[in-house]
Nanobody
Framework: QVQFVESGGGLVQPGGSLGLSCAAS????????IGWYRQAPGKERERVAV???????AYAASVKGRFTISRDNAKRTVYLQMNSLKPEDTAVYYCNFVGTELGSWGQGAQVAVSS
């Protein structure tokens, strides 16, 4: 299975920005669609953004216009730029493939939005 390693989380004030990265092992990275997911305390994991293997992007309504997903297939890395952060964006963020179970969940990146 493909392993994912997320990085770039941290503490930020409301209205601030953070960038997350997720590096993948293996050689099948470019074949599949990839999503960013998040799980807040006491809530189920939800997908917030997806980028297809062709570069098409889609976002959850809660983050549309504030988050931007991108990928670099040569580096086997997917990114999430988060702007205008809100306290409700506080969660552990993960990346993984969409539509296949060939990826393993990583440790995630903790994002905390608080004043």
């Amino acid at each position: 299975q493909v392993q994912f390693v997320e990085s770039g989380g941290g503490l930020v004030q409301p209205g601030g920005s953070l960038g997350l990265s997720c590096a993948a092992s293996g050689t099948i990275f470019s074949t599949y669609d990839i999503g960013w997911y998040r799980q807040a305390p006491g809530k189920e994991r939800e997908r917030v953004a997806v980028i297809t293997n062709g570069g098409l992007k889609a976002y959850a309504a809660s983050v549309k216009g504030r988050f931007t997903i991108s990928r670099d297939n040569a580096k086997r890395t997917v990114y999430l730029q988060m702007n205008s952060l809100k306290p409700e964006d506080t969660a552990v963020y993960y990346c993984n493939f969409v539509g296949t179970e060939l990826g393993s969940w990583g440790q995630g990146a903790q994002v905390a939005v608080s004043s």
